[in-house]
């Protein structure tokens, strides 16, 4: 392949390294009203008296809302194809508070100063009520979070608001009860991972203006444009067709902005007042008032023969998604079906959900989506299992793993149509020299060395759910555009798409015009998450180059005056094969610019039935100092096999920066609540993730395998980079000292006080 497969440059690259970047903030309009939301100090509430007299009065103020100037109409802010999964659980503003930084009113004026003033000055009445802070104790507690008649969920998830249950479901195969008492080990344990903030570097940011036709244009960092559309169309009660959003270069979203945080509350104002505005998080609102990682307990059972044959796998997942339920019912499903199909020979599964409300910080989206969560248990248990059965960790996955050409029952019936796990992890072992190392060894001055392993899956995409479609133009001079309404965060999908069109049609990457999301011109995408857009998106590219080609070459037979069974196109002209004549692309988009009856165009659309995992296997070297407990992460060797590797520099950027965020999961990022709910985690001083300097060595290879309804023979990366670290690192603790840690962070203080 010319394009495809070559670790070009991104298409931004130089705009990027030379601070050109444009984001939102450097394209608000100088008049924009700043807005800043007023938050409840209440974890649970309801609000008998707003008095705004004396803020209303402060110079340069414009208006304040409250909940009694809001549309009485529930949305989600959750940022999913329709019907939402999520209930519709939410109002802008609502006269009952859920959480401590809950919205209790919208401020907006002429500058910042005047807002925080005016802010200071708003007296608000409160009837506390009590909350519900333990997700244990969630489920049919008499105290609701949501109490609401107008409460609905649109899909059938197991939903009940006057329960606390945001989502239920049960799946199996077989008996697993028996099939476990057969078993001559069983491991029965219990895992639990606390919420972790995304953490990007640009905070979430709005802003709104009404255009010359009176039409709300949103300009927001979000991974959702057209979503976004819909979910405001929701909030404010206006039609679709009233509302444009664009989305610039983005800072970082790792799912959180697969949430709409802050489109509504500027879009309120500017609705109301016909001026613009815009909303930036500080970083404390985006600690406090954002959508973190779902925290989950998640009890696994795993049972196998006296030969280390896993024949069942049991898993209870109980998921806190806090005061309203974005993503909620989606994202516990995965901490079972990407996790149990990694174990083809089990002879029976069972998984069971219950995801619970409650008066904490909502949560959301994050990188890995619950397949983290999940996987950090399985995998954990599998290690455990290793351990009582004597058996080398490496050495159960050898046996029990998922091979190519395997039905995954446990993942939707789907077939492992590719899958180069067995050869990832036998290259994972030489890299970090297993034989040697596995299980530790003593380092003569008082530290010890372990090893650790885990593996992974994850999806591309969600299948018969995730559209995308993809315009692609021939402009004067043969250059093209392509317009898609994927999201570039940072990932470089702009120029993974750009790699496929240049490969398609045979031209070079450079005549390859790539055009952000402006969901009034872009053609539809449901957005950049769930690892879709190499795969989902990139098949939409790779069919409308083939529908344009045709489309070339049926022009250029046109104006070379013979048929379009009689030419062919290689990617500079169109050649008549009979006489030898032909005309260039230049030529051909010059011609067209005139006297011309249609435009040379193709648009094509692409969904999947399936999603095909991508795999993964990592493992961690740590050393710990036995006087202390103290944990050094030393080396951390992965493989990946996510298909054809269409960018190998990129996608090894997005490996080593998911296993990052994995490392910070695993060993530093914690969410601290205090007894009434307030968030004590609300700033990097409190809320620590890792530099650079703290997560070691990070050495990334990849075993492709090649997905036969991949654009050519990919699968996704973005997300099951992060998925191995926490059981990995786990279990390199297990083998160096015998400390079992089941609850992330694993801190020095965990590992000493298991030592004793």
Known sequence: MRVVNQSVPKVDSQALVTGKGVYTDDLAPVDCLIVKVLRSPHAHA???????????????I????????????????????????????????????????????????????????????????????????????????????????????????????????CAHEEDFQGDIERVLADCEYVIDRTY?????????????????????????????????????????????DVPKSKIRVIKPRIGGGFGAKQTVVTEVYPALVTWKTGKPAKLIYTREESFIASSPRHEMEVHVRV???????????????????????????????LSGHKSIPLYGKAEAFRFVYDVVYTNVMSAGAYRGYGATQGIFAVESAVNELAAELGM????????????????????????????????????????????????????????VRGVGVAMAMQGSGISAVDTASVGIKVNDDGFYSLMIGATDMGTGCDTILAQMAAECLECEIEEIIVHGVDTDVSPYDCGSYASSTTYVTGMAVVKTCETLREKICIRGASYLGCSAEEVEFDGERVLDLKTGRSISRAD???????????????????????????????????????????????????????????????????????????????????IVYSEKGKNYSNSFMQYKIPSRMDVGEIRVEFESSYEPTGPFGAKSIGEIVINTPPPAIANAVQNAVGVIVREMPITSEKIYKGML
Not at 312 to 329: C, K, M, Q, R, W
Not at 661 to 668: P, R
């Open 46 to 60: 309801l609000i008998k008296d707003i008095n705004l007299t004396r803020a209303a009065a402060v110079p340069g």
């Open 62 to 165: 414009e208006c304040i809302l409250t909940y009694k100037d809001c549309p009485d109409k529930r949305f989600t802010m959750a940022g999913q194809t329709y019907p939402e999964p999520s209930p519709y659980d939410r109002l802008i503003l609502d006269q009952r508070v859920r959480f401590v930084g809950d919205a209790v009113a919208i401020i907006a004026g002429k500058t910042k100063e005047a807002v925080s003033k005016a802010m200071k000055m708003i007296k608000v009445k409160y009837e506390v009520l009590e909350p519900v802070l333990d997700f244990r104790k969630a489920k049919d507690n008499p105290i609701l979070v949501h109490p609401e008649e107008n409460w609905k969920s649109l899909c059938p998830v197991g939903a009940d608001n006057q329960r606390n249950l």
């Open 192 to 236: 639990h991972t606390k919420a972790n903030q995304q953490a990007m570097m640009e905070t979430f940011r709005t802003c709104t203006y009404l255009d010359t036709y009176g039409r709300l244009n949103v300009l927001s960092s979000t991974q959702i444009p057209f979503h976004v559309r819909r979910i405001l169309a929701t909030a404010l």
């Open 303 to 333: 049972g196998a023969d006296k030969n280390g044959i896993i024949k069942g796998i049991d898993v209870y997942t109980l998921s806190n998604t806090g005061a309203f339920g974005e993503h909620g019912p989606t994202t516990v499903g």
């Open 392 to 447: 080398d960790p490496v050495k159960i996955r050898e046996l029990n793993m998922v091979k190519e050409g395997q039905i995954m029952p446990a993942y939707y019936g789907e077939t492992a149509n590719s899958c180069a796990l067995d050869r990832c992890l036998k290259r994972a072992k030489e890299m970090i020299d297993w034989d040697h190392k596995y299980p530790c060894r003593d380092m003569g001055n008082g530290k």
């Open 588 to 670: 051909i988009g010059n011609r067209v610019m005139c006297n011309n009856e249609e435009a040379l165009y193709a648009s094509e659309a692409f969904t999947s039935p399936v999603s095909p995992p991508p795999f993964m296997v990592g493992m961690a070297e740590v050393e710990i100092d036995k006087e202390t407990g103290e944990l050094e992460l030393v080396d951390y060797a992965a493989v990946v096999d996510c298909g054809t590797v269409v960018n190998p520099n990129l996608a090894r950027i997005q490996a080593e920066g998911g296993i990052a965020q994995g490392i910070g999961m695993a060993l530093y990022e914690d």
